[in-house]
């Protein structure tokens, strides 16, 4: 891949001219250095296209790092972005988290004086993103494509592991829906669910993929391999009132037991319309299945939700977990959701395990269970064996006794 162009925007002339020489230093001679966000606008406006990163300064005087992210919104700047500060690490967090959502394609953050391995590594990972991201568009479904989907068997169960963090020992299993197009190949649920919420098909679709899990558990138990199963549900489903003899009714056909289902209900659907769901949920706590509030944290309403709803599991969000362990906040956040689910005698997950960093910090801090990239992806049935002999071999040196 040949070298990007980079345009630098600092109103510290030293700065500009230490940067560029880094950049210089690693093979990137194509630089453009600015003192004004309205001189580098006036290029990116004529050559936006031509520029494929850009170092960002938040704190500069006139228009400020921030304003200058919503100028690149405005002017549709699609490729990579580096946020450079002297600020603390929230300010900058809070800078990422906004560029994010505006869609930009935030690289990463550094703090000044800028090391030169830290550029190494944001060229590492810019070269690792660009093949997947150039010109990369997001298609949308139609329902009617959705509901063909359903009603041709087009759907598919991908399960990623959830293992005990002390231990390494691996206790179940997520379940998370692809659809196999027969033109797109696999499409992510993120491009599919929305629409069979909206369109109410989320209903059909919950029980192909739950009934479909509870099959694969008994495949697994027959084997000898005996999983908690976890199955994502939507407030839809939980708004029917036939929903809990649906779940039994399937329990009992896979010959499985109610306590080796899960069902994970996202916290930021649930806190819209929790009455509605209450009785539903409470009704399949007293049937002895367990319940797990999703993505923990990211709502607005948790303690809310652990007061109201007998959760017995958290997951607690992948955006305090990987990192934690350098990051002051979310390392706060963690042990506090941590601390109270010890209290309340609730089960801890962490998501978004990505790093041997990351292990360890769960280690130190004593969560129960974990899961993420570093562990393993979500993979189809047939290719969990092959993936647990592999695990078997790593648990000794990730977890010793």
């Not at 916290?267 to 209450?278: G, N, P």
């Not at 993979?379 to 790593?394: G, S, V, Y």
Request: charged share 25%.
């Amino acid at each position: 891949m040949a070298a990007p162009r980079v345009l630098i925007l600092d109103d510290e002339p030293f700065q500009l001219k230490l940067l560029s020489r880094q950049l210089a230093n690693l093979g990137l001679g194509r630089v453009d250095t600015f003192t004004s966000g309205q001189a580098a606008l006036a290029l990116l406006e004529q050559q936006a296209s031509d520029v494929q990163m850009i170092f960002l300064d938040l704190n500069m005087p006139g228009m400020d790092g921030v304003e200058f992210i919503r100028r690149l919104v405005d002017i549709h700047y699609t490729s990579a972005l580096v946020l450079v500060s002297g600020e603390d690490e929230r300010i900058l967090d809070t800078s990422v988290r906004l560029a994010r959502a505006h869609h930009l394609n935030v690289l990463g953050h550094v703090n000044k004086p800028v090391q030169p391995e830290t550029i190494r590594a944001l060229l590492k990972r810019w070269r690792n993103m660009a093949p997947k991201t150039a010109g990369e568009a997001r298609k949308r479904y139609s329902a009617a494509q959705v509901r063909h989907a359903v009603a041709s068997g087009e759907l598919v169960n991908y399960y990623q592991p959830k293992v005990e963090v002390m231990s390494g020992a691996l206790k179940g299993v997520e379940t998370l829906v692809r659809w196999r197009h027969p033109d797109d190949g696999l499409v992510f649920p993120d491009q599919f669910i929305g629409v069979a919420e909206e369109h109410g098909i989320i209903d059909d679709l919950t029980r192909i993929v739950l009934t479909e899990a509870l099959a694969q558990a008994r495949r697994w138990r027959e084997a000898g391999l005996v999983l908690r199963i976890a199955v994502n549900v939507s407030m839809d489903n939980l708004a029917r009132l036939d929903f809990t003899d649906f779940v039994l009714g399937q329990i009992v056909r896979a010959g499985g037991a109610p306590d080796e289902l899960i069902l994970e209900v996202t916290e930021s659907r649930l806190m819209t319309d929790a009455l509605a769901s209450l009785d539903t949920l409470t009704r399949l706590r007293l049937k002895k299945i367990s319940l797990s509030i999703d993505d923990l944290g990211t709502g607005n309403s948790s303690l809310a939700q652990l007061r109201d709803i007998p959760f017995d599991e958290i997951k607690i969000d992948r955006s305090f977990v990987h990192g934690a362990c350098r990051d002051n906040t979310r390392n706060a956040i963690f042990t506090a959701s941590l601390a109270m689910a010890r209290q309340l005698g609730i089960v801890t997950v962490a998501e978004g395990v990505e790093d041997q960093a990351d292990w360890d910090f769960l280690r130190q801090q004593g969560c129960d269970l974990a899961q993420g990239y570093f562990i393993a992806r979500a993979m189809p049935a047939e290719d969990l064996p092959a993936w647990l002999a592999d695990w078997e071999t790593r648990r000794p040196l990730l977890a010793p006794a």
